[in-house]
């Protein structure tokens, strides 16, 4: 039986621009100074498999590609590349923050400006199974085991007509199977919605957890086929399980479940404690200004059980390329 060894990142690139086409024709410039530190940054990381989030969508993948030849310009050939259409900015025509209007960032079923702003992606060195990947973003938050959609009071979270349509994810989330040599490695990925900018209902609090926990309840078989191991999940879940604000007990259990393997990739180097933070800052993956939320572990490489971690880490931020870090891991595929 052959082994390799293969190196899994996860990076929130914020690589979201405030128009359709305007990342397109930013990369193409060959001189937008964020992009080229996102692309240097990929590069130095040299993944195998990485999973990128805040990255707008086109259709046909343009913006992803020109972005993988940059990356490529950098020293690093990614030739495979996967998006699908997310949920961000996709519209409903429903006015679903209550303010009145429709048609807003807020009234979509992600939020978003224009159809896949803050998207994600999949760029990879190793072949991906596009017609066996498992799209769990249509699913409605209504058909989730133990949604949080009761408020204390006993009144339901939204209107029947909201239920009726609103997905749980926030921008996606994809069970994408990619070979390994002789193996089939699944990627799980997402990026979760803040559990920040709302009112006292918590609409995104509730949210976040249980687009968290939607993982759990899919790999408990409570959503369809059960995924097989091995498995990574890797991802961006807009929470730490200990510091900043968010419903904590998702992400917890997440990091807790037996069937995962939870790195602690580190950052090297320094790092800055406060007297706020309870958790050890050498784990965090984002760097918001201070003093809240500060620096927080948000992002997460979760191999399943059956994977050998042979290494792990956080690189160096690049203040030019995004607030984020760039999260990998290396591990032993059989």
Known sequence: MSETTIRIATFNTELARSGPGLLLRDILSEEDTQVEAVARVIATARPDVIALQGI?????????????GRIAHHGLDMPHAFALRPNAGMATGLDLDGDGRVGRARDAQGYGEFAGQGGMAVLSRLPILTEDV???????????????????????????????????????????????????L???????????????????????????????????????????????????ANLDPVDGEGRKAAIRRLLQDERFVDPKAMRDGEVTETAAHKGDPRLDTVDWPAPEPGSLRVSYILPSADLAVMDSGILAGDAEASRHRLVWVDLLVK
Do not use: C
């Open 56 to 68: 707008d969508y086109d259709h046909d993948l343009a913006a992803l590609r020109a972005l993988a």
């Open 186 to 236: 699944r990627l799980l990925t997402f990026h979760a919605s803040p559990p920040v900018f709302d009112g006292p209902e918590d609409r995104n609090g509730r949210r976040n957890h249980d687009e968290i926990g939607l993982w759990l309840h899919y790999l408990d078989g409570k959503l369809g086929t059960t995924p097989e191991a091995p498995f990574v999940l890797a991802g961006d």
């Open 134 to 184: 498992r799209d769990l973003s249509g699913i409605l938050w209504r058909d989730v085991p133990d949604a949080l959609l009761q408020l204390e009071d006993g009144t339901a979270l939204m209107p029947d007509d909201v239920a009726d349509i609103q997905r749980l994810s926030s921008v996606a989330q994809w069970d994408i199977p990619m070979r390994v040599s002789d193996t089939t």
